[in-house]
T-cell receptor, first 112, second 117 residues
Framework: DAGVTQSPTHLIKTRGQHVTLRCSPISGHKSVSWYQQVLGQGPQFIFQYYEKEERGRGNFPDRFSARQFPNYSSELNVNALLLGDSALYLC???????????FGQGTRLTVV | AQTVTQSQPEMSVQEAETVTLSCTYDTSESDYYLFWYKQPPSRQMILVIRQEAYKQQNATENRFSVNFQKAAKSFSLKISDSQLGDAAMYFCAYRNNYGGSQGNLIFGKGTKLSVKP
C-alpha cells in the first residue's frame, strides 16, 4: 500500500506569492493533519481535518488555510508568503485522528 | 498549554552501545499519549514507540524502550545495541486524548543522534 504522499517535494516562491501544497493520505485514512517544521525546530501543528471538517487549528495567521476533499486528500494554502514561511511542511494521516499518525516526506518550501 | 522539552540538542553513541535520550513535558491533563519519532535525512517522520499515560508498564519495541515517570513528567528513550541506521533526529511528542485538539501532536525541539562505527 502507498504511504502518505505529498507534492511537490520542493518549491521556491517569491515573497507575496501564494502556494498550494497537496497531501494524499493512506487509503482508508479519514484524518489529515498539517505541520510546519522550521529548520532546527520540531514540527508545529497547523490544521487537522477529519471527514472534510476542520477539527483543530494551531496558532497560525489567517494567511494559512486548508481543506479536505471527498477522497480525503487535502490542500494547504498559504497566501502573501513571507520569508518566515520557509519551512518543511509535513502532512500526517490517520484512521480517525486519535490513532497512530503516518507522515509523508514533506514539502520543502523556500520563500525568497 | 502543554509543552515538551528536550534538553539534549545532540548526542553521540558508539555502535552496539546503549544511549538514552531525555524528554520532559508539562501538562495538567491525565489522559494523554507520549511518542518518540525518528526523522532521518529523508525527512519522513517515523514512529519509534508510544506510551499511553494510563499504562504503568513501560513500552518496548525491539531495541527501543522508554522510561515513563508520570509524576516527574519524564519520558526518556533508551536505544540498545545502537546501529548506524539509528542516526537521525529524534523528537519527543505529546498528544491529548480528549478535547478539541485530541489529534494534535506537540513536539520538542529534537535531539540529533550520531552513531560512531
Amino acid at each position: 500500500d502507498a504511504g502518505v504522499t505529498q507534492s511537490p517535494t520542493h518549491l521556491i516562491k517569491t515573497r507575496g506569492q501564494h502556494v498550494t501544497l497537496r497531501c494524499s493520505p493512506i487509503s482508508g485514512h479519514k484524518s489529515v493533519s498539517w505541520y510546519q517544521q522550521v529548520l532546527g525546530q520540531g514540527p508545529q501543528f497547523i490544521f487537522q481535518y477529519y471527514e472534510k471538517e476542520e477539527r483543530g487549528r494551531g496558532n497560525f495567521p489567517d494567511r494559512f488555510s486548508a481543506r479536505q476533499f471527498p477522497n480525503y486528500s487535502s490542500e494547504l494554502n498559504v497566501n502573501a508568503l513571507l520569508l518566515g514561511d520557509s519551512a518543511l511542511y509535513l502532512c500526517a494521516s490517520s484512521l480517525s485522528g486519535f490513532d497512530k499518525a503516518f507522515f509523508g516526506q514533506g514539502t520543502r518550501l523556500t520563500v525568497v | 498549554a502543554q509543552t515538551v522539552t528536550q534538553s539534549q540538542p545532540e548526542m553521540s553513541v558508539q555502535e552496539a552501545e546503549t544511549v538514552t535520550l531525555s524528554c520532559t513535558y508539562d501538562t495538567s491533563e491525565s489522559d494523554y499519549y507520549l511518542f518518540w519519532y525518528k526523522q532521518p535525512p529523508s525527512r519522513q517522520m517515523i514512529l519509534v514507540i508510544r506510551q499511553e499515560a494510563y499504562k504503568q508498564q513501560n513500552a518496548t519495541e525491539n531495541r527501543f524502550s522508554v522510561n515513563f515517570q508520570k509524576a516527574a513528567k519524564s519520558f526518556s528513550l533508551k536505544i540498545s545495541d545502537s546501529q548506524l541506521g539509528d542516526a537521525a533526529m529524534y523528537f519527543c511528542a505529546y498528544r491529548n486524548n480528549y478535547g478539541g485538539s485530541q489529534g494534535n501532536l506537540i513536539f520538542g525541539k529534537g535531539t540529533k543522534l550520531s552513531v560512531k562505527p
